[in-house]
């Protein structure tokens, strides 16, 4: 049985027995009346019209004002708005301010008359016959189909949500859209929405004025204004409060950005890529994301596979991140896996993912006394026998309390190494995981060694 990814326009993935087997990707056709007459294919979502320069569509007609209207899909459709125009916009011979589009619709932009087309394409989902796309690694047929789906997305503009757990490799996925598009000689800009005090993202996303509050010395772009002509990245994009939704939505909807302080707008030319490892669906049901938000940013929705169920990719990763170590040290004899320690790498669940593996992988490198990486050089938690069970059978000489505190701080600190690896060294994100108070597991943290970001 056929499984939608969602019931909306948005959802451009088909799944079947939880793989994807076709990519619908929608297009804009305008059919524009004069002699001679035009025709113009679109394929971005948003499309503005008008007769200033900035605009997708630039009519140089003196009927049209200079932002007349633009088409927007949203979940049930294409719409038309009216941008306020002099002489209005008309579908099929009604004015409107807002409508939707149906496939062969008459527009009328104030006399300037023009057809509208939605053509829809159906691409079949065949798993890439490589191990590589870009900066991404993966034998498994969920990553083949992935790689599949960024070949196709990559050079377009649409805006991409990439979802998943802490560590499945959403940057990398992001840089590689980014370098594999039109704008990859734009910048490409990564910003963490969980990184930065709620009360500091508009000033982060939009920048500021000069006197714009307490401390403003001087004016300040923000990242959409840093990231023009290339890729905005926005990790945790579901940190986002609900005050700020609305102006994120307008960035898109309109490309243009407002200063904290400034009444001026800013055009922006940017492709954004959204990541989360919430269920956003969730969070528009439980009201703490926006549903219009959400349809805008989800034209085309990833969702990264956890390490433990593409158990075929850990040894194809490990030897790519152990050549990575030895690049780096080029004076040093290269290392290499021993065949149990690469039995025990697979057999690992991997509960920090891929962010994980590359941690231990740089441990085992920096540590082993060997040019080959044997068992008893990777963690105790992941080297069968080498783990708190061991240690146990280690202390039996000793009296039940001295026993019982060697076994606790072992278990503590390789689980604090395993919890701050799949956090990325973040306190905060360990302690909300861990459903800890952050002031006691720093204090942990600070007893063990264990080095973090002090966030």
């Given at each position: 049985m056929d499984e939608i990814l969602d019931d909306s326009l948005t959802a451009q993935i088909q799944y079947q027995d939880g793989h994807p087997v076709t990519l619908r990707q929608s297009k804009v056709r305008l059919l524009i009346k004069g002699e001679p007459a035009q025709e113009l294919i679109c394929e971005k979502d948003t499309i503005s019209i008008g007769s200033a320069q900035r605009n997708d569509v630039v009519l140089k007609d003196r009927r049209v004002s200079r932002e007349h209207c633009k088409i927007v899909l949203e979940p049930l459709g294409y719409v038309i708005t009216d941008l306020g125009s002099t002489n209005g916009t008309y579908v099929n011979k009604t004015r409107v301010r807002e409508a939707f589009l149906t496939s062969g619709a008459n527009l009328d932009l104030g006399g300037l008359e023009m057809k509208f087309f939605i053509i829809n394409k159906q691409i079949k989902i065949a798993p890439s016959t490589e191990d590589r796309f870009g900066l991404i690694i993966g034998r498994s047929r969920q990553m083949r189909e992935i790689f599949t789906i960024l070949e196709k997305i990559s050079p377009t503009n649409s805006t991409v949500v990439l979802e998943g757990q802490t560590g499945t490799g959403k940057e990398v996925v992001s840089r590689t859209i980014h370098t594999q598009s039109l704008r990859a000689n734009g910048p490409f800009v990564v910003f963490d929405c969980s990184a930065v005090p709620k009360d500091l993202l508009e000033t982060e996303l939009f920048g500021h004025e000069r006197g714009a509050f307490t401390g403003a010395s001087q004016s300040r772009k923000g990242l959409f204004e840093?990231?023009?002509?290339?890729?905005?990245?926005?990790?945790?994009?579901?940190?986002?409060?609900?005050?700020?939704?609305?102006?994120?939505?307008?960035?898109?909807?309109?490309?243009?950005?407002?200063?904290?302080?400034?009444?001026?707008?800013?055009?922006?030319?940017?492709?954004?890529?959204?990541?989360?490892?919430?269920?956003?669906?969730?969070?528009?049901?439980?009201?703490?994301?926006?549903?219009?938000?959400?349809?805008?940013?989800?034209?085309?929705?990833?969702?990264?596979?956890?390490?433990?169920?593409?158990?075929?990719?850990?040894?194809?990763?490990?030897?790519?991140?152990?050549?990575?170590?030895?690049?780096?040290?080029?004076?040093?004899?290269?290392?290499?896996?021993?065949?149990?320690?690469?039995?025990?790498?697979?057999?690992?669940?991997?509960?920090?993912?891929?962010?994980?593996?590359?941690?231990?992988?740089?441990?085992?490198?920096?540590?082993?006394?060997?040019?080959?990486?044997?068992?008893?050089?990777?963690?105790?938690?992941?080297?069968?026998?080498?783990?708190?069970?061991?240690?146990?059978?280690?202390?039996?000489?000793?009296?039940?309390?001295?026993?019982?505190?060697?076994?606790?701080?072992?278990?503590?600190?390789?689980?604090?190494?395993?919890?701050?690896?799949?956090?990325?060294?973040?306190?905060?994100?360990?302690?909300?995981?861990?459903?800890?108070?952050?002031?006691?597991?720093?204090?942990l943290v600070r007893k063990y060694g264990l080095i973090t970001q002090e966030d």
């Open positions: 840093m990231a023009d002509g290339g890729t905005l990245f926005l990790d945790e994009i579901g940190e986002l409060g609900l005050d700020l939704q609305p102006k994120l939505l307008r960035a898109l909807e309109h490309r243009e950005i407002r200063r904290v302080g400034s009444n001026k707008s800013v055009p922006i030319d940017v492709r954004l890529i959204a990541a989360t490892n919430r269920d956003l669906q969730k969070e528009v049901r439980a009201k703490r994301f926006r549903e219009d938000l959400y349809f805008r940013l989800s034209v085309v929705k990833i969702k990264l596979p956890e390490l433990k169920r593409r158990s075929e990719d850990i040894e194809l990763l490990a030897n790519h991140f152990l050549e990575m170590m030895n690049r780096q040290n080029p004076s040093a004899t290269p290392k290499s896996f021993a065949p149990q320690a690469l039995a025990a790498l697979r057999a690992y669940a991997w509960p920090g993912n891929v962010r994980e593996l590359l941690n231990v992988v740089e441990r085992a490198s920096l540590f082993a006394d060997e040019d080959i990486i044997q068992l008893e050089d990777l963690p105790k938690h992941i080297a069968p026998g080498q783990g708190v069970a061991e240690c146990v059978n280690d202390v039996f000489d000793n009296d039940f309390k001295q026993a019982k505190e060697i076994w606790v701080e072992q278990f503590e600190k390789e689980y604090l190494s395993s919890l701050l690896a799949r956090c990325n060294g973040s306190l905060s994100a360990a302690a909300k995981e861990a459903d800890l108070d952050r002031k006691h597991l720093r204090k």
